[in-house]
């Protein structure tokens, strides 16, 4: 990178001249590059009749006369021979020297002013130009460029009009050639006769400033393919969630009515035929299904991705690694870096350099809770969790290959290994390197799910370190690194800021005339008969809507870890009487280790419930289009109930406004404890599960209950039991007592779901009815992977008109 533009001059002041030497143009535009080789290649002569300056250091030793021996004992007389070098050197190489080099750039002349002065001297750069340059190159540098580059060397440039007169291509034809390498300064001595400088050795010094100048220009092109392919995918994905969205709209409003009576017998094209395809080998199964079906669960404490996702993320690395290895211009011949080695390494190490920048903004991109894509594309905020991973990975280890490869060239190339230390430049970047590295180790998901608080900590904090670190890594070189920079901190306050907005949000409301009203105490219950936690808060945001999909983040401040957040999945919500607060919103917690279970504790000290103070961040999360569907199937396992709850209620609300095309709900629930059942079924659910369009299947896994058999509720209640059950509900509910979940119109079951022939006999349900089937799974990671499973099966075996939704409760 840009830093090393300091180190490379440094190297071209110290041992020879700098490969890639950052944006350190030596002419002001490509075209002059031309005139500027001829320039270069002939100024270390001597010409008869040149007047020196009053600088000491118009001296000739050759610049590509000793091409291939080293520099170091020609003294500081090189440093003249590469301009570019020679004017900067001095302010890079010392520790302060922060001055931008684009100020210290454009035009350097050699300081000798025989190119200038000399008519013998003019006349030869003046033919080796007319020679070799093409006609824009020829226009653009004579006699503008020419006459700066004197004026760099203190000299004025002599008339060219007899010059030009003169050089007639008879005259050139009869030039004898001169070429560094072979005629070295010392045995031509001062040169009397113009001469033309040979075309061999033009090609070589050209190609070598073009390429040594325009080298990280071409880093940053390659940067650009890296945030090219995220950006494309993410372009992708909002194509797709908006041509999904559109085509729920019209399913919903204009009722494909044709469609539906045709069923599966439709004709169906080869474009329906195609997205079926990809859908049930791309997007729906994990990653090596049928003979690995983790996704949720772990693999070897790994994350096994989703398929598509890890093709996306697979197609990311074959991009990263094909940058990284290209279009090289590295060659034999270099006049300013003999060695190819060498070369290969300074290139390599300002690629993988910008490559890493490159990654930046989609690191940060990936990894926020407010986060415009995660809105506008149909990406799971667990996709992103992988993607933010993988660019992780990327750009730490082009970093790493960047820190190594730049101490190669400082070692063996430079010799100034040991000084650079003291430079900011490099200890930033090796501050900014480790502390990536740190973070990759830290971040291990076995580390994370150990302790996510500490996790969290560091990370945040690091992540900080590593701005700073990386913002002064590339400091000295002004703001040409910025753009890569700024933007991780827009993306960040960005989300910290909507954090805040949508805290104060839920928990605050400006009432004209009465001040401020905040959310209010929240009730939490704890059963350890069904081990789980229930949040009961009103918020105070009146114009909370509460939705199915939502989830909120939970605080409890005033306490010892008040900034401690965690996710919920928005469970049940009501509205009550009372006026101030709008809405009741009530969350299903499991109780874990950190937080969840220090509010267990708190429960079991007070006998059960306490009041406390809870604030709520949100919402999160975004809402399936379940009511476009005919029928739906839910599987869901433990407090993963939470999910399922406000689509039911929601379809109850839509189907009075008749705006769903559900007709039917089948809900399966999985519970270790039978009390769970009771307490959420009989409270928050007790009038939607009497609806008959809803089928209920409870699974108690409790295999000390399972001496209760197999008791269930008729499946198709007459009125007079509805009424009882009804009336018993309002009994119980103003008694406060929880009744049992064998009253309701439920079918309760002990052992574990047979959840593959579930989804295949709802599957083959719709089928028989031509219709659409929608399967939504949230629980135990081993019951959804066994649940994506029985998709990819039923998809395998032809059936389209289903879709599958799955909330996960972690990452
Ligand atoms: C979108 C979403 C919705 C969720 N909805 C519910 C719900 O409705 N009911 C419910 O019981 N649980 C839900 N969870 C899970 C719940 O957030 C965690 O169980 C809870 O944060 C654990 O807190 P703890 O301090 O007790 O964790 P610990 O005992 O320290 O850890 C338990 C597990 O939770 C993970 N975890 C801890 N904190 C977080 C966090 N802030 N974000 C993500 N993962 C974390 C840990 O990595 C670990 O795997 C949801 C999770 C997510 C991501
Ligand atoms: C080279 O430059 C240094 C300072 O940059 C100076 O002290 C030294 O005398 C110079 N040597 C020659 C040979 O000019
Ligand atoms: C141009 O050619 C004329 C005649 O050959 C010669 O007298 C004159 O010195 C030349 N001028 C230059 C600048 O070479
Ligand atoms: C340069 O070297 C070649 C071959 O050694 C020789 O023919 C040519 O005359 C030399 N050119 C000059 C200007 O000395
Ligand atoms: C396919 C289908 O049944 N579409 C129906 C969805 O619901 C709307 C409104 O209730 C109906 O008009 C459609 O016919």
């Not at 001055?99 to 750039?105: A, D, F, G, W």
């Not at 439709?266 to 080998?281: E, K």
């Not at 090596?288 to 994350?303: D, E, G, I, K, V």
């Not at 830290?442 to 992540?463: G, V």
Request: aromatic share 12%.
């Amino acid at each position: 990178m840009r830093t090393h533009a300091a180190l490379l001059l440094g190297l071209s002041w110290a041992v020879s001249p700098v490969v890639a030497g950052g944006f350190s143009f030596s002419a002001p535009n490509l075209p002059d590059y031309c005139f500027y080789a001829v320039y270069q290649s002939l100024g270390s002569y001597t010409w008869e009749g040149e007047t020196t300056t009053s600088s000491s250091s118009s001296e000739t030793s050759g610049h590509g006369s000793s091409s291939g021996s080293s520099r170091q004992g020609s003294s500081n007389s090189s440093a003249t021979t590469t301009a570019s070098s020679s004017s900067s050197t001095g302010a890079k190489v010392t520790p302060h020297g922060k001055r931008s080099m684009r100020e210290k750039r454009g035009h350097h002349g050699s300081s000798s002013t025989g190119l200038c002065t000399s008519t013998v001297g003019v006349m030869s750069a003046y033919v080796s130009a007319k020679s070799w340059c093409t006609k824009e190159q020829f226009n653009m540098a004579i006699p503008t460029y020419w006459e700066s580059l004197c004026e760099d060397a203190s000299a004025t440039l002599i008339s060219l009009t007899e010059i030009e007169a003169n050089a007639t291509d008879e005259y050139i034809a009869s030039l004898s050639l001169i070429d560094p390498e072979t005629n070295s300064t010392t045995t031509t001595g001062t040169i009397s006769t113009p001469v033309l400088l040979s075309h061999s050795y033009y090609k070589r010094a050209y190609k070598s400033y073009v390429t040594h100048d325009y080298a990280l220009s071409k880093d940053m092109r390659m940067g650009w393919g890296i945030m090219g392919y995220w950006g494309g995918v993410l372009a992708l994905g909002m194509i797709s969630k908006a041509w999904k969205m559109a085509h729920a709209f019209l399913r919903l409003s204009t009722g494909s009515d044709a469609e539906k009576r045709s069923g599966s017998g439709r004709a169906l094209g080869p474009i329906s035929a195609a997205a079926h395809f990809v859908r049930t080998y791309i997007i729906i199964p994990a990653s090596f299904a049928p003979f690995l079906s983790n996704h949720q669960q772990l693999f070897l404490y790994h994350t096994i991705p989703k398929r598509l996702d890890t093709l996306i993320v697979f197609g990311f690395w074959a991009v990263a690694i094909i940058l990284s290895c290209v279009d090289y211009e590295s060659f034999t011949g270099n006049i300013q870096t003999p060695s190819l080695h060498q070369q290969n390494w300074q290139y390599s190490s300002d690629r993988t350099g910008i490559l890493s920048y490159a990654c930046l903004p989609f690191l940060w991109l990936f990894s926020g809770r407010n986060n415009i894509f995660l809105w506008a594309t149909d990406f799971s905020v667990q996709s992103f969790n992988i993607f933010h991973r993988h660019t992780a990975w990327v750009c730490t280890l082009l970093a790493v290959v960047h820190s190594i490869n730049y101490s190669v060239v400082f070692a063996i190339y430079d010799g100034r290994y040991f000084s650079v230390w003291k430079q900011e430049y490099w200890y930033m970047g090796v501050v900014a390197t480790i502390i990536m590295v740190f973070m990759l180790v830290q971040s291990a998901t076995y580390l994370r799910q150990k302790s996510y608080e500490i996790f969290i900590i560091i990370h945040f904090l690091f992540s900080i370190l590593t701005i700073f670190a990386l913002f002064m890594h590339t400091s000295f070189d002004g703001k040409t690194y910025t753009p890569y920079l700024w933007p991780l901190v827009a993306i960040w306050l960005f989300d910290r800021g909507l954090r805040y907005v949508r805290m104060v949000y839920c928990n605050m409301h400006v009432r004209f005339g009465k001040g401020f009203l905040s959310t209010p105490l929240s009730t939490v219950t704890y059963s350890s008969e069904s081990d789980l936690v229930r949040v009961e808060m009103y918020p105070a945001a009146q114009s909370l809507k509460p939705a199915p999909g939502q989830h909120y983040y939970l605080y409890q401040p005033y306490t010892l870890r008040g900034w401690e957040n965690h996710p919920f999945t928005l469970g049940c919500y009501e509205n009550p009487d009372s006026k101030e607060y709008e809405t009741k919103l009530i969350f299903y917690i499991r109780p874990y280790d950190g937080w969840t279970k220090r509010l267990r504790n708190q429960c079991q000290k007070a006998g059960g419930e306490i009041r406390t103070k809870l604030l709520l961040e949100g919402p999160y999360g975004h809402q399936a289009p379940l009511h476009t569907f005919d029928n739906v199937l839910f599987i869901m396992g433990g407090t993963g109930i939470a999910c399922a709850v406000p689509y039911i209620l929601d379809h109850i609300a839509r189907v009075s406004a008749g705006k769903t095309n559900t007709t039917r709900i089948h809900l399966i629930w999985t519970g270790r404890q039978k009390k769970i059942f009771d307490e959420v079924c009989c409270q928050d659910l007790s009038t939607a599960l009497e609806h008959t369009d809803i089928t209920t299947t409870l699974f108690c896994t409790d295999k000390s209950a399972a001496g209760g058999m197999i008791t269930s509720g008729s499946t198709t209640p007459t009125k007079e039991k509805e009424a009882a059950v009804d009336a018993a509900a309002l009994q119980d509910k103003a008694s406060g007592s929880i009744r049992s979940v064998e009253d309701l119109n439920v079918d309760l079951r002990y052992g574990r779901p047979a959840i593959n022939s579930l989804v295949r006999a709802a599957a083959q349900e719709a089928q028989a009815s031509s219709a659409r089937l929608a399967v939504m799974t949230c629980g135990p990671a081993k019951m959804a992977d066994e649940c994506r499973t029985a998709m990819y099966d039923v998809m395998k075996g032809g059936f389209r008109d289903i879709e599958y939704f799955e909330e996960a409760f972690g990452w």
